[in-house]
């Protein structure tokens, strides 16, 4: 069994699409193991987003990270982090496949909804930044 790093982002809770994104993941035999809502600081975002660091978005990701309230999920069940990504779509939701969550709900290619980690490394490291063992259910 795998696990990934969800993130619900300030888009999507602001939007009212919690429970649209979560709906989802359970329609689609996707576990949640942990789950809170956070308001990030732009310190914070910055450490969850550093492989991004050098990149033009960076400033602007991180501010739009920490804009608002988001809700991190971790998530398990086979193969859930490509499973998970394939129901979030492309990063550019212009891109992304019909009926995935970024092609139904984003409006641009930053504030695109939902986060999920892109590899097993990736998920461990990301789980671990919001998450203690203690907070993890299985
Ligand atoms: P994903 O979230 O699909 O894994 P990336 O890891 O490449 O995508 O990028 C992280 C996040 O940075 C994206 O989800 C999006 O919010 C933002 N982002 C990515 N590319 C761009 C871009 N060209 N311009 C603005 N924001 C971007
Ligand atoms: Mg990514």
């Known amino acids: 069994m795998e696990r990934t790093l969800s993130i619900i982002k300030p888009d999507g809770t602001s939007r009212g699409l919690i429970g649209e994104v979560i709906k989802r993941l359970e329609e ?32 602007s990701l991180t501010d739009f990270m920490s804009s608002g ?9 086979e193969n859930v982090i490509p499973r998970y990504r394939e129901l979030m779509g492309a990063t550019d939701y212009r891109k992304a496949a019909e009926g995935t969550i970024r092609k139904d709900f984003a409006t641009d290619i930053e504030k695109n909804i939902v986060h999920g980690s892109d590899a097993p490394e990736t998920a461990a490291f990301e789980i671990s930044y919001f998450f203690n063992s203690f907070e993890i259910v299985a």
Not at 36 to 46: L, P, R, S, V
Not at 69 to 77: H, K, N, Q
């Open 28 to 59: 689609n035999n996707i576990k949640i193991i942990a789950a809170k809502m956070i308001h990030m600081t732009k310190k914070q975002a910055q450490g969850f987003y550093a492989v991004h660091k050098e990149r033009p978005f960076f400033d």
């Open 69 to 77: 309230p988001v809700v991190v999920m971790a998530l398990t069940g």
